[in-house]
């Protein structure tokens, strides 16, 4: 079946830095979405992204729905240690009944 | 709103014992899943019910899994026997639509099965 391919797998952050990660699939998506998930917690929303090109900002992250239609970007700028958890990509299209399909997910850590 | 309400949220049962996650979705929401989360395969889905009709199951791992859905606000995902490789974090989520608004998750029922 269709599959997203989310990198990194992880990632640590200092507190101050800025952190990026992407998602891509071999097909066309009409809606990309990005969750956290914190620990013992279901992923909640962050950003919905409905047109390529669309640069969408939720406080210090910022996302993009790519022009090809076949990617997004996350980007959080000056991390703090609460934006630890798993971030997850969604994409939508119409091959799967409109049903959401996930990413593995990037986990970020705090560097040690 | 309370958002997506799943009980229990720790579950720690013997092999080959049947166990039942509930799920209260977002009043309003029509549609309802079932996902697995392991750290080996990450976010599966199980079952998706719209309108409280199960449309498409091809995720429910074997015949010991099974869900329901016998009214908009109220589902139940059942293994009977259970295993130890079931143990994994249950998520229930809802959406209204097919989820271009993105789904609401529950908080997890974190399955043990020893």
């Known amino acids: 079946g269709q599959q997203l391919n989310q990198s990194p797998q992880s990632m640590f952050i200092q507190e101050g830095e800025d952190v990026s990660m992407n998602c891509t699939s071999s097909?066309?998506?009409?809606?990309w979405l990005w969750y956290k998930q914190d620990p013992g917690e279901g992923p909640v929303l962050l950003i919905a992204?409905?047109?390529?090109?669309e640069l969408t900002s939720n406080g210090r992250l910022t996302a993009q729905f790519g022009i090809t239609r076949k990617d997004s970007f996350l980007n959080i700028s000056a991390s703090i240690p609460s934006d630890v958890g798993i971030y997850f990509c969604?994409?939508?299209?119409?091959?799967?009944?409109?049903?959401?399909?996930f990413g593995k997910g990037t986990k970020l850590s705090v560097k040690p | 709103d309370a958002g997506v309400i799943q009980s229990p949220r720790h579950e720690v049962t013997e092999m080959g014992q049947e166990v039942t996650l509930r799920c209260k979705p977002i009043?309003?929401?029509?549609?309802l899943f079932w996902y697995r989360q392991t750290m080996m395969r990450g976010l599966e889905l199980l079952i998706y019910?719209?309108?409280?009709?199960?449309?498409?199951d091809s995720g429910m791992p074997e015949d010991r899994f099974s869900a329901k859905m016998p009214n908009a606000s109220f589902s139940t995902l059942k293994i009977q026997p259970s295993e130890p490789r079931d143990s994994a974090v249950y998520f229930c989520?809802?959406?209204?639509?097919?989820?271009?608004?993105?789904?609401?998750f529950g908080s997890g029922t974190r399955l043990t099965v020893v």
């Open positions: 989520a809802s959406s209204l639509g097919r989820g271009a608004y993105g789904y609401t």
């Open positions: 097909s066309i998506f009409n809606t």
């Open positions: 992204l409905y047109k390529a090109g």
């Open positions: 969604a994409g939508q299209f119409g091959g799967s009944q409109g049903n959401l399909i």
């Open positions: 009043s309003g929401h029509n549609s």
């Open positions: 019910f719209n309108n409280n009709v199960p449309i498409d």
